[in-house]
């Protein structure tokens, strides 16, 4: 634990632990001061007069009326008199908005039974999944026969390890949240003070009521966000070490097993997270309606309008804490990630010898599997609770300035909530698709059991949309914005555009970022000339990935828009949002299963469960790009929504005295020109501030990693020693030293909890201190700024990020042996062009062969094959003869393919070269090596019983490390060559080459593109919006909303 610290550690280290405690305060306070500041503020301007001062800082407001009011004027309108403001007024006591509830006592049943059922049924779905991966033991002892043989030592390694990254994650989460509890008082006591703070009749007044209901649902949003990322972390450290578990099983078994857990992990965090969420915030609608609720006689009066500006804070107090826990989780995950890489890929222990992935002997590892947790499910949950809060909240505000979503009552006014009601049900019937219907059997059913299950998912939810929005909807509604009258079949429309919208920016997405496509492999392949290449290919790659998405996104939009206005938006939002626990089941599944790998590796398991684990890891890194276009493109709608629902509330001024924005924003006023760029800017500054963030604390775990290395006795030594040599020590009875992963877990926490407060001060702060000096055109032109800028910059950052994490995977499952030439110097050579032709042909792993191996031998006479064929003999062979050498055929087995297929025919030139044999079993190759080496190959039918299996060319790279390390080194180093199938000569680019080490470097600077500063970007142009939308009633309090130094071209009436 953070507590247990040995005594003899750096001093800085020790000093962090005693500190933590006084700079979460210190930060607090700092917040506060902001807080008192804003409030000193507001008592200037209470004692300056009334709301609307004829002159203040030496500038006279001007007198001309609004673009619209002129407009309306050319047209031939009569201009309002002055005495008519309160004809203007709305129906209500004292100009406020309350409608006749038509809502009978089904109208009111029919929400509750369908909101709340469904979230109950959510809840026992998760109940369910978890019970499920809970009867999963982490004693192989207790499990089945069917589990491969798993020794003592390695079942008690494994517990510690686990209970090492539960603590750890733990740890973090507390004391982030420790901040988190004084953010919210403190942001609170803001949110009440500012908020109440509004006009009536044109006067400043202070309604403490609302501010308090909004402070009310703030605290509610935050400490909901704080619970659904405790428990997708929770679920997700229970589950990585049963995922590992279950991929010992053997065969289908193991397959089927490890991916279910995984995946029914995930959901419930999916499913619960939701359920919790809806439930929450229609409760709150429920209070909120009853305090806004005016009986005369029998006939109730609600001011909706005012019901959901206060529900509007349940977003801001997610996204609020969304912010933190994703730049907090983000900094935690990726310094300990690019320290490690680093450390252990590119650096290198003793005498540079590289270490494996999450080896158990770099100090950094069990932080970089911490910070999965802590990163990418606690930080994501908390961000994508805070876009269903804000979708939510958003459509309902925009909903609630409709004359006649009003009077369709209830059931209309919280349409929103059964589009999630809908997406728990349709997500729950689908999910058995990819546990039961068509489980994964083996590697190559994961990626394609994921993608059916979201497609089939997207599908069902475009059936159910159609009968919630004609059920629910009124026949037709007048929409702000839109000349004609609005139909339930176009807001349908919208929902399906944004759901199958987000579907299509998710898989174009994953063609950017999967190393299945060609963008990924071209980035990969850069790297044969080193780090910067592979770096240029991939910004490049990062550029063109947004052209796609950002087209659809203005596609949403101009439908949406021109369909249903800005509500039309928000339900895009929504329908791109519905399928939520879908997306968070696939997302949690990647981060699960990628601590499944670690925790195999650091037990030192069987080199089959590490496969399996990694096949899950790679398809869920291939899923989690998909899941991350959602968030973007979901991100970028509800901040337009969000937009236009803070335009809806400074449009609508109930004393008539201030015209407000009438809900048109010119862009070529000064204030909105020059906020807009400014705008713009804001999200550059936020990632230069969390990637540099990154940077130091990266920099920091390298340098831990090094004096561990350099003064724990023995750790050096372990760690240079691979699988069978510290099996050696084991059974010799030398004892093999494990570092301080304490330390590293307290250098991450500090870093993080240090480094996200500025980040979360700009993006809170800034349209706070715009609307309060410059108004609300400025906010306007602010958000606009922020938006388009945030879209093109996640987008692009995200997808940079993803394709170098998986070129690099690409090359270390030997995707990149085979396609660069190793230059002999000696005139045979082979040409660029016709290398990269053989190369198309016959590349990776299984394109390698290994010098000097003996051919694979069988029990069958010579001449017969297991298939009952003639086995062909075959005198002097030699790459030589080999295709595009030659005009002999020999079809090659894929990769990863071993006994059991059909034999092969074979055409080859008559010579006096040595006798062969050749037999389909040759994958990884026959006798090769040196000119004067002979080259023996055997080809005929396979699954021959007691065949015995040539040795893969990546054992014997691996023996080689011990047997002769100088050759080894230069293996590596690209100084000497190694043969293909077909005789060519390349440059090993494998794990631990000097390829691969280019490939880390990418992927190391990748890691803050993708998971730091990319995911945040949502955060930030989501909660700039939903801060204005909260703070709107007080930035109209100022000189009528056009700020203190009245910049904006607001008129009174």
């Known amino acids: 634990k953070m507590s247990s610290a040995p005594k003899d550690m750096p001093s800085p280290v020790r000093s ?21 500041c804003a409030a000193l503020c507001l008592a200037v301007y209470q004692n300056a007069g009334d709301a609307t001062p004829s002159i203040l800082l030496g500038k006279a407001l001007p007198s001309a009326p609004l673009k619209a009011t002129a407009s309306k004027l050319a047209e031939g309108d009569a201009a309002p008199a002055e005495g008519d403001a309160a004809a203007a007024a709305p129906a209500g006591v004292g100009g406020e908005k309350y409608v006749t509830d038509t809502s009978d006592g089904a109208g009111m049943v029919m929400p509750a039974v369908v909101i709340f059922g469904c979230g109950a049924v959510g809840l026992a779905f998760a109940a369910y999944l978890f019970y499920t991966v809970s009867l999963i033991s982490l004693d192989s002892e207790e499990e089945d026969e069917k589990l491969v043989a798993s020794t003592k030592a390695s079942d008690e390694e494994l517990k510690v390890i686990y209970e090492t990254i539960r603590e750890g994650a733990k740890s973090f989460l507390w004391a982030e949240y420790q901040f988190c509890f004084v953010f919210i008082v403190v942001f609170g006591a803001i949110v009440l003070v500012l908020v109440s703070h509004t006009t009536e009749n044109g006067e400043a007044v202070w309604k403490w009521d609302i501010g308090a209901l909004t402070c009310l649902s703030f605290v509610v949003g935050g400490l909901t966000s704080i619970l659904s990322g405790y428990i997708g972390m929770m679920v997700a450290v229970y589950s990585n070490a049963r995922t590992a578990v279950m991929a010992k099983k053997d065969g289908a078994e193991g397959w089927k097993g490890s991916f279910n857990t995984a995946f029914r992990a995930g959901g419930v965090m999916g499913y619960s997270l939701v359920a919790i969420s809806m439930m929450i915030l229609y409760m709150l609608a429920l209070v909120f309606r009853e305090y806004f609720t005016k009986m005369e006689g029998e006939t109730r009066t609600v001011n909706y309008k005012e019901l959901f500006e206060c529900l509007a804070g349940y977003g801001l107090g997610g996204s609020a804490i969304a912010m933190f826990g994703r730049v907090g989780g983000g900094i935690f995950t990726k310094a300990a990630d690019v320290g490690a890489d680093l450390s252990g890929k590119v650096i290198g222990v003793g005498d540079g010898k590289k270490l494996d992935e999450d080896s158990p002997y770099n100090p950094g590892v069990i932080a970089d599997n911490v910070g999965d947790n802590v990163g990418d499910v606690a930080g994501m949950g908390s961000d994508l609770f805070g876009s269903f809060g804000e979708a939510s909240c958003a459509a309902m505000l925009i909903g609630s300035a409709s004359i006649a979503i009003e009077e369709g009552g209830w059931s209309a006014l919280v349409f929103p909530l059964f589009i999630s009601s809908a997406g728990i049900i349709v997500c729950l019937l689908v999910s058995f698709i990819a546990t039961d219907l068509m489980p994964v059997v083996k590697e190559e059913d994961i990626e394609t059991a994921l993608k059916i299950q979201l497609f089939v998912t997207s599908l069902g939810m475009t059936v159910a949309l159609f009968f919630i929005s004609t059920i629910v909807l009124p026949a037709q509604m007048d929409i702000q914005g839109v000349a004609q009258p609005v139909t339930p079949l176009c807001l349908y429309a919208c929902a399906c555009a944004g759901l199958w919208g987000g579907c299509a920016i998710g898989f174009i997405t994953e063609y950017y970022t999967s190393h299945s496509y060609q963008p990924v492999r071209d980035v990969a392949r850069a790297a044969e000339t080193g780090a910067a290449t592979n770096i240029i290919y991939g910004l490049a790659l990062g550029y063109q990935s947004a052209i796609i998405p950002v ?44 601590n499944a790998g670690g925790i195999a590796e650091m037990c030192e398991m069987d080199a089959s469960v590490r496969d399996k684990t990694d096949a899950l890891d790679a398809a869920g890194n291939t899923t989690a790009a998909i899941g991350k276009g959602f968030a973007i493109g979901s991100a970028a709608l509800v901040s337009l929504a ?66 561990q290395w350099a003064e724990i006795p023995g750790l050096s030594d372990s760690a240079g020693l691979d699988f069978h040599e510290r099996q050696e020590w084991r059974a010799q009875g030398r004892q093999l030293v494990k570092p301080d992963y304490q330390t590293c877990i307290a250098i991450a926490t500090t870093a993080s909890l240090r480094e996200m407060v500025p980040p979360g001060a700009l993006v809170i702060l800034t349209p706070i201190i715009v609307g309060t000096l410059f108004g609300v055109e400025a906010v306007c032109g602010l958000l606009t700024g922020a938006v388009a800028s945030s879209v093109q910059l996640a987008i692009s950052m995200s997808n940079t990020g993803g394709a170098w994490d998986n070129s690099k995977k690409f090359c270390e499952k030997g995707g990149l042996n085979g396609w660069f030439m190793f230059r002999t110097g000696d005139g045979t050579d082979m040409s660029e062009e016709d290398f990269k032709k053989a190369a198309a042909q016959y590349n990776g792993d299984s394109c390698l062969v290994v010098p000097g191996s003996k051919p694979a031998t069988a029990s069958k006479p010579q001449g017969q094959s297991q298939a009952g064929g003639p086995m062909m003999m075959v005198p002097g062979w030699t790459p030589a003869s080999m295709p595009p050498h030659s005009a002999s055929t020999m079809p090659m087995m894929a990769p990863g393919q071993a006994f059991g297929y059909p034999s092969y025919s074979v055409q080859v030139p008559q010579s006096g070269r040595p006798k062969g044999y050749v037999s389909s079993q040759m994958v990884m190759g026959g006798r090769f090596g040196t000119e004067e080496e002979m080259c023996e190959v055997v080809v005929a039918g396979a699954d021959f019983g007691n065949a015995v299996e040539a040795p893969s060319f990546k054992d014997w790279i691996s023996k080689l490390a011990t047997t ?15 043969k293909t199938v077909d005789g060519r000569t390349c440059v090993y680019a494998g794990k631990k080459s000097a390829v691969h080490a280019s490939c880390v470097v990418g992927d190391t600077v990748g890691d ?27 930035f109209m309090s100022i000189n009528s909303g056009n700020g203190i130094f009245i910049s904006g071209e607001i008129m009174t009436m």
């Open 642 to 707: 969000l937009f236009g629902a803070f335009v809806t509330r400074v449009s609508a001024d109930p004393s008539g005295k201030m015209s407000a924005l009438a809900g048109d924003v010119n862009l070529l006023s000064p204030i909105v020109f020059a906020s807009l760029i400014f705008g713009a800017m804001v999200p550059y500054w936020f990632s230069a501030m969390t990637m540099k963030s990154v940077g130091e604390a990266a920099n920091a775990m390298v340098k831990e990693v090094a004096r």
């Open 1008 to 1034: 803050p593109f993708k998971d730091t500063s990319g995911p945040a970007l949502n955060i930030v142009m989501k909660l700039m919006a939903i801060i204005s939308v909260v703070f709107a009633d007080f």
């Open 964 to 978: 002769d390390p100088e050759r080894y080194r230069k293996i590596m180093e690209g100084d000497e060559g190694v």
């Open 16 to 36: 962090i632990r005693h500190t933590q405690q006084g700079k979460l305060w210190r930060h607090g306070a700092g917040i506060l001061c902001v807080g008192l």
């Open 551 to 594: 087209c659809i996104i203005s596609v949403i939009i101009f439908l949406s828009v021109k369909f249903a206005g800005m509500y039309g938006v928000a339900v895009a939002a929504l329908g791109m949002l519905s399928t939520l626990s879908t997306c968070l089941a696939i997302d949690v599944y990647g981060p699960i299963s990628d």
